[in-house]
């Protein structure tokens, strides 16, 4: 599939123009139809019967696993189907099994998801160290050598910035965290939509993301594990072989960890999308976001007022960029973009309070984020009312 030719399978883009994706992406209709197909020809619970809708349903949401598993090179492990990257973080916070002076690294520029699961840890005697970014938001490999200790059992960190758009040297990091005996959670939900991921090769223990950020349903994620180290979050219906008075004995593999009636019809789909991201490529997805930023990058670094964040252009980045335009909040340069010319972007923290405040935008600050289906016409359309914008202010 020509990447230049898929905008048509998003009808949303026939009347507006949509840089949002970094909050929850378009879906095509391909994806939309997996669903329907689901609903309406054989809706059924899965695990749980021998009739034929069963049997279907069954099937394909074992093989919805196995496209999932593929498209992250996850072979060599346990893929558990979520409800998002939030709920997928929380299984591993709340599932491995801790004990008091543990000790857990990440950094003040995570995303929240990935930031209030390890400080809840610290009500239970753990400590959690918060690696400061430098003056670019992004948080430096030597910070990560010195914080990591023989007494640290995992170490949390974001792989592309959902604010920044910076991408973060996590298998090295890993390195650092394996030399010393712990594990490395990698929150993927802004990498794994934009670039070429493989889990195995990042020699992360744990990868989370989300599907809807990736052209998927909404309320879809994934809990990547080399090992299945960590006990069940929820217990309930499909994730137990036998129960009895004395003994509970759990489902083996991805069951055990996906109690009550799962999300099918938003797996199948998430699969779907995974199809459709490899018919493009995923080179091909990141050679046009590279394409797509640079060209942004270069425009508002150019206008006079505007003060973008993040490294510079050299750095690796994925299609996400943001900005704060002077005498302007956020909120007013979204709705104007939105107003005036149909552009929608986000504007506010985006759940990233403290990297905010890091990088003194107490009010926060307008994101572009940009996807496969976005073009150059319509970031030249940005950087022309941003500029009109700073031209009246």
């Excluded at 036998?242 to 019809?265: Q, W």
């Amino acid at each position: 599939m020509l990447l230049e030719d898929c905008r048509t399978d998003f009808p949303m883009l026939a009347h507006l123009h949509y840089l949002d994706s970094a909050s929850v992406s378009l879906t095509p209709v391909q994806v939309a139809d997996t669903v329907r197909e689901f609903d309406l020809q054989y809706r059924a619970n899965v695990g749980r019967g021998v009739h034929r809708l069963a049997r279907m349903a069954t099937l394909r949401y074992e093989e919805a696993h196995r496209t999932v598993t593929r498209f992250i090179g996850g072979a060599d492990g346990l893929l558990v189907a979520t409800r998002n990257t939030t709920e997928a973080i929380n299984m591993v916070a709340s599932g491995l099994p801790w004990e008091r002076g543990d000790r857990v690294v990440t950094t003040r520029a995570e995303h929240q998801s990935n930031l209030l699961p390890w400080l809840r840890l610290r009500e239970c005697g753990l400590e959690v160290v918060l690696l400061d970014p430098l003056f670019d938001g992004t948080v430096p490999l030597a910070a990560f050598e010195e914080a990591i200790d023989d007494s640290t059992r995992l170490v949390a960190v974001t792989h592309a910035s959902n604010v920044l758009g910076s991408v973060a040297p996590v298998k090295e990091i890993g390195r650092l965290a394996h030399d010393r005996g712990a594990r490395i959670l990698v929150d993927g939900a802004q990498s794994v939509p934009h670039l070429p991921v493989d889990a195995t090769d990042l020699g992360c223990d744990f990868l989370a993301f989300a599907g809807h950020k990736m052209l998927g349903p909404m309320a879809t994620g994934v809990l990547w594990m080399r090992e299945p180290v960590i006990e069940p979050l929820l217990l309930g219906g499909g994730m137990v072989e036998a129960v009895s008075d004395g003994e509970v004995r759990p489902a083996a593999g991805a069951g055990r960890f996906e109690a009550g009636t799962p999300n099918v019809s938003g797996l199948l789909g998430l699969a779907r999308a995974i199809e459709y991201l490899e018919a493009v490529g995923m080179e091909a997805v990141r050679s046009h976001e590279e394409r797509l930023v640079a060209r942004l990058l270069a425009g508002l670094t150019a206008c006079d007022g505007v003060r973008v964040l993040g490294p510079g252009e050299a750095e690796p980045r994925i299609g996400v960029v943001s900005f704060d335009v002077e005498g302007y909040h956020p909120h007013d340069v979204a709705h104007v973009l939105d107003e005036a010319v149909q552009v929608l972007v986000r504007s506010g923290h985006h759940c990233c309070q403290p990297l905010m405040e890091h990088c003194a935008c107490p009010e926060g600050a307008v994101r572009a984020s940009l996807y496969l289906y976005n073009t150059e016409e319509e970031v030249d359309l940005l950087l022309a009312t941003v500029g009109e914008l700073v031209r009246q202010g």
